[in-house]
C-alpha cells in the first residue's frame, strides 16, 4: 500500500507520474501516517494540502515523537522504496567504513566541567567572512527527489527556516538556481568537475549565478566506489530521464563523465582563475593531503571519507582529524562529515578541532519520511542536543569547546 518512490518506472510510479509533486507528497505523507495508524495527524501538517484540507491544532499532540535521528531513520525506512533506503544509507563493498565512522566516536569520551555558568549558550561560528547560527551544515547529498518529490527545494526550506548552512550537489535533481530562487537560501556549491572542462565552468557559473560564494570541491570521487549495497542504483539515477540532474541540463555532451579520474591538485589554480568562489577541498583524509591544500592555497576542507562509499577500509573521519588540525594549524577552516548522530558527536568533533561539522544521512532521514518537516525535525534534534550536551558539559560558546574535553579510551 506504500508508494514506491524507489526508481522511476516502478509498477506504483506508473500511476503516479502525471501527478503534480506537491500532490504526490501529500499522498505520500498520507499513506504513511495511515499505516502508521495516525492519519488524523495528516490534518496537523501545514505544508502540503488537499482541497478540503482543514487544519485542526487540537490534534497537534498525535504529532510522533522523533527523540532522536534514528527515529527519523527508522520511518523513512517505512515510507521510501527499497532502492532508495539502499542508495542513502548503503557503502562501499561491506559497508564497514559507514560503520566505522559512527562508532568511533564512542572511543571518545568527554570531560565535563562544573559550576559554569550555561545559562546563555551561543552556537555561532565564523566561517568563509559569515557567521552562521550554528556549526551544523547539510552535506552536498545528491539526487534528493528519489527520496522525497521536493527534494532538495525541501532541504533548503528547512535550512532556511532553522538556519543551516547548506551545500548543493553537483548531481541534484533540482538546479542549484532552482534551489536558491524557490528556498532563498545562501548556498555553497559542490562541484564533480567533470572531463570537459568547459562544462565544469558552465557548473561553476549557474553556481555564482545562484549566488554561492563557496565551492565545495570533492576529491575522493575519481571514480564510483563500489557500492554493493544497492547494485547498479547510481548509474541508473544519473542515466534517469525522470529524476534528471538540474544542474547539467543542457550542457553535457553525451558521454562526458561526471567524475573526472585525471584530476590533480592543479584543478585548485584552475578553479581560482575560473571563479571567484571560495574553494574548499571535501574528502581529505591524511596529514599530507592537508599540507598540500595548504601548499595548493586551499581555502578550507573538509574531513570526510564520503560517508563510507567510496573507498573501503578507510579510518572513521574523527579518528582522521587529529592529524589534519595539527597539520593545518589554524591556518583554514578544517570541517568534517561522516557519521555523526548526537549532539554529543558534534561536541566531539569541534573539541578535536573542527570549526563546523556537516551532516549527510540523518538530514535524508528526515526528507524521506516527512520532506521539509522531517529536516526541519532532524536538524532541531541535532541542535537542540548540541545545546544541551554544551550546557551539560560546562562549555557557553562553540570556542568554548577545546581538546581539554575530550579524551580517548
Ligand atoms: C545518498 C548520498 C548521496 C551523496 N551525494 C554526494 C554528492 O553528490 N557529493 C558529495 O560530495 N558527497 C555526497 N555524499 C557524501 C556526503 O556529502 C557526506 O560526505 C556523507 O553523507 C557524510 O556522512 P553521513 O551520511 O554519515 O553524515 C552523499 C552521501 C549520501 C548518503
Ligand atoms: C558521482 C556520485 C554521485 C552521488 C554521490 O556522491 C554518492 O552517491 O555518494
Known amino acids: 500500500m506504500l508508494l514506491d518512490f524507489s526508481l522511476p518506472g516502478g509498477p506504483e510510479n506508473k500511476k503516479m507520474e502525471n501527478l503534480d509533486p506537491y500532490l504526490k507528497a501529500e499522498i505520500q505523507r498520507r499513506k504513511f501516517l495511515e499505516w502508521i495508524g495516525l492519519s488524523s495527524l495528516a490534518l496537523t501538517l501545514p505544508a502540503i494540502s488537499l482541497p478540503g484540507c482543514t487544519t485542526s491544532p487540537d490534534k497537534a499532540e498525535e504529532i510522533p515523537d522523533f527523540k532522536n535521528v534514528f527515529d527519523l531513520e527508522e520511518m523513512s525506512g517505512k515510507v521510501m522504496g527499497k532502492?532508495?533506503?539502499?542508495?542513502?544509507?548503503?557503502?562501499?563493498?561491506?559497508?564497514?567504513?559507514?560503520?566505522?565512522?559512527?562508532?568511533?566516536?564512542?572511543?571518545?569520551?568527554?570531560?565535563?566541567?562544573?559550576?559554569?555558568?550555561?545559562?546563555?549558550?551561543?552556537?555561532?561560528?565564523?566561517?568563509?567572512?559569515?557567521?552562521?547560527?550554528?556549526?551544523?551544515?547539510?552535506?552536498?547529498?545528491?539526487?534528493?527527489k528519489f527520496f522525497h518529490p521536493e527534494g532538495e527545494i525541501a532541504s533548503a526550506k528547512a535550512s532556511v527556516k532553522k538556519k543551516h548552512q547548506m551545500i548543493v550537489?553537483?548531481?541534484?535533481?533540482?538546479?542549484?538556481?532552482?534551489?536558491?530562487?524557490?528556498?532563498?537560501?545562501?548556498?555553497?556549491?559542490?562541484?564533480?568537475?567533470?572531463?570537459?572542462?568547459?562544462?565544469?565552468?558552465?557548473?561553476?557559473?549557474?553556481?555564482?549565478?545562484?549566488?554561492?560564494?563557496?565551492?565545495?570541491?570533492?576529491?575522493?570521487?575519481?571514480?564510483?566506489?563500489?557500492?554493493?549495497?544497492?547494485?547498479?542504483?547510481?548509474?541508473?539515477?544519473?542515466?534517469?530521464?525522470?529524476?534528471?540532474?538540474?544542474?547539467?541540463?543542457?550542457?553535457?555532451?553525451?558521454?562526458?563523465?561526471?567524475?573526472?579520474?585525471?584530476?590533480?591538485?592543479?584543478?585548485?589554480?584552475?578553479?581560482?582563475?575560473?571563479?571567484?568562489?571560495?574553494?574548499?577541498?571535501?574528502?581529505?583524509?591524511?596529514?599530507?593531503?592537508?599540507?598540500?591544500a595548504l601548499e595548493y592555497g586551499a581555502d578550507g576542507i573538509i574531513v570526510s571519507n564520503h560517508g563510507g562509499r567510496q573507498l573501503e577500509s578507510l579510518r572513521s573521519t574523527i579518528d582522521c582529524l587529529p592529524e589534519i588540525v595539527e597539520e593545518i594549524d589554524g591556518k583554514i577552516p578544517v570541517l568534517i562529515d561522516g557519521g555523526i548522530r548526537r549532539g554529543t558527536d558534534i561536541f566531539k568533533a569541534l573539541a578535536l578541532g573542527a570549526t563546523a561539522v556537516c551532516i549527510g544521512r540523518p538530514f535524508c532521514w528526515g526528507l524521506g519520511a516527512l520532506g521539509q518537516e522531517g529536516v526541519e525535525i532532524a536538524l532541531d534534534i541535532l541542535k537542540g542536543e548540541l545545546v544541551r550536551d554544551m550546557q551539560l558539559a560546562g562549555a557557553a560558546s562553540i570556542e568554548k569547546i577545546t581538546r581539554d574535553f575530550v579524551i580517548r579510551i
Not at 571518545?108 to 546563555?120: E, G, K, P
Not at 542549484?176 to 572542462?197: C, G, H, K, M
Not at 538540474?246 to 584552475?270: C, R, S
Request: glycine share 8%; charged share 25%.
Open 83 to 144: 532502492d532508495a533506503i539502499d542508495y542513502l544509507n548503503g557503502g562501499a563493498d561491506d559497508s564497514k567504513t559507514v560503520k566505522a565512522n559512527v562508532e568511533a566516536y564512542q572511543r571518545i569520551q568527554i570531560r565535563a566541567r562544573r559550576l559554569i555558568d550555561v545559562s546563555t549558550i551561543s552556537t555561532k561560528v565564523e566561517l568563509f567572512g559569515k557567521t552562521l547560527d550554528n556549526p551544523i551544515i547539510l552535506s552536498p547529498v545528491g539526487f534528493q
Open 169 to 292: 550537489s553537483s548531481v541534484s535533481n533540482y538546479s542549484v538556481n532552482e534551489i536558491a530562487t524557490q528556498s532563498q537560501a545562501d548556498l555553497w556549491f559542490q562541484l564533480y568537475p567533470t572531463t570537459n572542462r568547459e562544462v565544469t565552468k558552465k557548473l561553476l557559473e549557474r553556481a555564482e549565478k545562484a549566488g554561492c560564494k563557496v565551492c565545495v570541491l570533492t576529491v575522493d570521487t575519481p571514480v564510483i566506489g563500489n557500492r554493493e549495497r544497492g547494485g547498479t542504483t547510481l548509474t541508473k539515477l544519473i542515466n534517469s530521464k525522470e529524476l534528471k540532474m538540474g544542474n547539467y541540463e543542457g550542457i553535457l555532451p553525451e558521454g562526458t563523465g561526471i567524475d573526472d579520474p585525471g584530476l590533480t591538485w592543479e584543478i585548485i589554480a584552475w578553479l581560482r582563475a575560473n571563479c571567484n568562489m571560495k574553494i574548499v577541498l571535501k574528502g581529505i583524509v591524511t596529514r599530507e593531503d592537508a599540507a598540500l
